[in-house]
């Protein structure tokens, strides 16, 4: 196995080594259930076959609760015990921790997401058979918060390699995904037209917005990837500044 | 087997190393040395290619750290300070993944384990979590996980440091046991244990070399032997030839100075402080020659009352001190420079003579430019005085020189003035 994927593979299971990740999975688990099926009527009162309301709180909820969690740790944690001395000086190379590291957090936040695929599972193909669902906008929102989930656990990543402080990178983590995912909603009330459009163009929720609508727009797929891209170069970059400061 | 060539390293305005080169051979095992800062765990991060250097060249087993770091950390065991594990894991689990990472594959690794697990003494931890071993457990774990592919140089960084007593001396041992066959640098302040397993040693300060050989010549590097001479400031020893003579009159403290700086090769006489009523002394003689016999003839004549008298063994750590507080100053640099290094690598060491010695000049040129250059801002806060304390020399005993230095003379009544750290000791 390449080194990659034996560090993937020690970080995704090291998720379970502490009741962390248990913690925050069955919260955010319990937590979007109760707003999918019950707040301001939920799912119910909107009489629709429809999982928008799902697309709609899932992200946020990625956003500030489950995945500053799941990357704080990543590299802060190991410079701050110094077993990140011991993890390079094992014949790894430095992009190789890098995406390592980052493949092990995604793995988790995609577990997460693949636990509400029960959702539409249960109640459309399954047990309530509360009628039937279109799937384009199912597939479509899902490929989108794969992508979602890809990029902000790269900007996770990258706070917590240039802090060896899990708390800092969390909120940092945590205050630069709240802005990018609320962009969307002040976007339009910010009264400087240029501002405006960078604010609309860089907003996370704008761009989910359409593929929860079941339009996959090649603009938003570069968006994604072109964040993941720009944040793990970063990440690579900081971690080999530690050869020179 | 391992090549430093003029590493320096720079943190900011911070120099942590300044062209630091030495070698290290096939099959030795080399005690690297130095108080804390000195750049012990600089230079291994570089040659373990965890950090660069802001100059010179190092290589390891024939790959340069700059060009192959991936060559060199295959070969490498590499143990950082305080063995850094991860704790939520199994002793088991670590181990596996450290060999995962180094391509080992399950049955090699298997293999491997069970002479780690004897070798380390792991065989009842191997299902513990790491977090719940002791020090010296993590210790053994660490050693364990730089063993797993069976590297050709290990090296280790203060592989004994947060240890107790007993586990230092085992950890000693494990790295003596794995030592037969395989090259090791291995760094750490405490040197008993370089003592105890070393046979060569490299000492830096202030992120220079300032001493590399064996630990014989490194111990004889001061050139000196040190005596303090403690005589009673109020009587006289009744029935002595002075005392028959007429002398009736304690001496006075330069009195006595002058009688003792008139023996034969007595380079330097200084008072040492002293809180009863006794004038104390420490003489620096020349190394090879005893001169005890003529202190106590001296004392007899003049009929003092002699309180103590002893001759300092020079440690290893009267050396390492020597050498690493002042070593700014540049006379000290020029002592340190021995060109008789290769006859002595020679006599002691004959099959890694050649290489090591001529390692061993070639340092000590470097160092002596260096200091040239560093003496400009070289601060004179050591003095003299300081200085021959330290530099006292034998190959006696190992004896803690500076600690009995401290106390020497608020002694109360003890003898034996050959013991370890005893309590300052006195002869009536």
């Known amino acids: 196995m390449s080194p990659t994927l034996t560090i993937a593979k020690r970080e995704f299971r090291s998720n379970f080594d502490s009741p962390l990740a248990y913690v925050v999975i069955c919260l955010g688990l319990i937590m979007l259930g109760f707003i999918f099926f019950f707040y301001n009527g939920g799912f119910w009162q909107a009489d629709r076959a429809s999982l928008g309301q799902l697309f709609f709180w899932l992200p946020g909820g990625l956003s500030v609760l489950i995945v500053p969690v799941v990357t704080m740790r990543l590299l802060a944690e190991e410079k701050r015990s110094g077993t990140l001395e011991m993890l390079i000086t094992l014949p790894v190379r430095d992009h190789e921790v890098v995406l390592g590291k980052y493949l092990g957090a995604l793995g988790l936040v995609l577990v997460i997401l693949l636990a509400t695929l029960s959702y539409p599972l249960f109640m459309f193909w399954g047990w309530w058979h509360l009628g039937s669902l279109d799937s384009g906008p199912l597939l479509a929102g899902y490929l989108g918060l794969i992508l979602y989930a890809a990029a902000t656990v790269s900007v996770g990543l990258l706070f917590s390699t240039l802090t060896d402080s899990q708390v800092i990178a969390f909120f940092i983590t945590f205050f630069v995904l709240g802005a990018l995912v609320l962009m969307g909603n002040f976007a339009n009330s910010i009264p400087f037209p240029a501002v405006r459009t960078v604010a609309s163009f860089i907003s996370f929720d704008a761009r989910l917005a359409s593929f929860a609508r079941g339009l996959i727009n090649t603009r938003d797929v570069i968006y994604f990837l072109s964040v993941t891209a720009l944040c793990l170069m970063a990440s690579f970059r900081a971690l080999e500044r530690r050869k020179w400061a | ?428």
């Open chain 2, 1 to 428: 087997m391992i090549e430093a060539n003029g590493l320096s390293k720079r943190f900011g305005a911070a120099r942590a190393l300044d062209k630091v080169s030495f070698e290290v051979e096939r099959g030795e095992v080399v005690g690297f040395l130095g108080p804390n800062g000195a750049g012990k765990s600089t230079t291994m991060r570089i040659l373990t290619c965890f950090i660069s250097a802001t100059g010179g060249t190092a290589s390891v087993h024939g790959h340069d750290v700059f060009e192959e770091p991936l060559e060199v950390r295959k070969r490498i065991g590499y143990l950082p300070q305080r063995a850094p594990l991860y704790g939520e894991m199994s002793v088991w689990e670590y181990l596996n993944f450290v060999a995962d990472m180094r391509g080992l594959d399950q049955s090699t690794f298997k293999k491997r384990m069970k002479s780690i697990v004897e070798v380390c003494g792991l065989a009842q931890s191997l299902g513990k979590d790491i977090n719940t071993l002791s020090h010296g457990y993590r210790q053994r774990v660490g050693l364990g996980q730089a063993l797993v592919h069976d590297p050709p140089i290990l090296i280790l960084d203060e592989p004994t440091s947060d240890l107790d007593p007993n586990e230092k001396a085992e950890v000693i041992k494990y790295i003596k046991e794995i030592g037969k066959e395989r090259t090791i640098l291995l760094s750490t302040h405490n040197l008993s244990e370089v003592e105890a397993a070393c046979a060569r040693a490299i000492i830096v300060s202030k992120g220079r070399v300032v001493a590399d050989g064996p630990l014989d010549e490194i111990r004889a590097r001061s050139g000196k032997v040190r005596y303090v001479v403690t005589v009673h400031e109020q009587k006289v020893y009744e029935g002595g030839e002075g005392y028959r003579a007429g002398a009736r009159k304690p001496p006075t403290a330069t009195e006595v100075q002058e009688a003792l700086a008139k023996l034969p090769g007595v380079t330097a006489v200084s008072e040492l402080p002293t809180d009863d009523k006794a004038h104390s002394f420490q003489l620096m003689g020349a190394l090879g020659a005893d001169i005890r016999p003529e202190i106590f003839a001296l004392v007899v004549q003049k009929g003092w009352l002699l309180l103590e008298m002893r001759r300092d063994s020079q440690s290893l750590e009267d050396v390492f001190k020597a050498l690493t507080r002042g070593d700014e100053r540049r006379d000290r640099g020029r002592k340190l420079a021995v060109d008789e290094d290769e006859d002595e690598d020679l006599d002691v060491a004959p099959k890694r003579a050649v290489a090591a010695g001529a390692a061993g000049t070639d340092d000590d040129e470097d160092d002596d430019e260096d200091r040239d250059d560093a003496d400009d801002d070289a601060d004179d806060k050591d003095d003299d005085d300081d200085k021959d304390d330290e530099a006292a020399d034998d190959e006696d005993d190992d004896k803690d020189a500076d600690d009995e230095d401290d106390d020497a003379d608020d002694a109360d009544a003890d003898d034996d003035d050959d013991d370890d750290d005893e309590p300052p000791a006195k002869k009536a």
